[in-house]
């Protein structure tokens, strides 16, 4: 796969949809803080009230920055592919996202 494909927005995990409120499932407000939305995550499929319901999370820029910081500390541990010479394309989606926290 070529990594220009993986965009890192779609690898960060977001809260239930069944527990969001509705400016934070029709994406007005950041999924995670609840603070004025600037950045698409990516469609996603998920049940609320036993309907599948397709939704659009957003985020604010500095939830965004901290999700992409977690998911890559987790990703560098544990993935396979990723070596000290070459990187998986989800690596190097999460990478510059990730160290625009530091």
Do not use: Q
């Amino acid at each position: 796969m070529h990594p220009g494909f993986v965009r890192a927005a779609e690898l960060l995990p977001t809260p239930k949809a069944a527990g969001l409120p509705a400016e934070r499932l029709a994406g007005t407000r950041c999924v995670w803080c609840g603070g004025a939305a600037t950045d698409a995550l990516s469609a996603r499929l998920s049940v609320v009230k036993g309907e599948l319901v397709r939704w659009k999370p957003r985020s604010c820029l500095p939830c965004l920055r901290r999700e992409a910081k977690r998911v890559y500390g987790i990703h560098i541990t544990v993935c396979a592919r990723c070596t000290h010479r070459d990187y998986c394309p989800d690596n190097k989606a999460l990478y510059p996202l990730a160290l625009e926290c530091r």
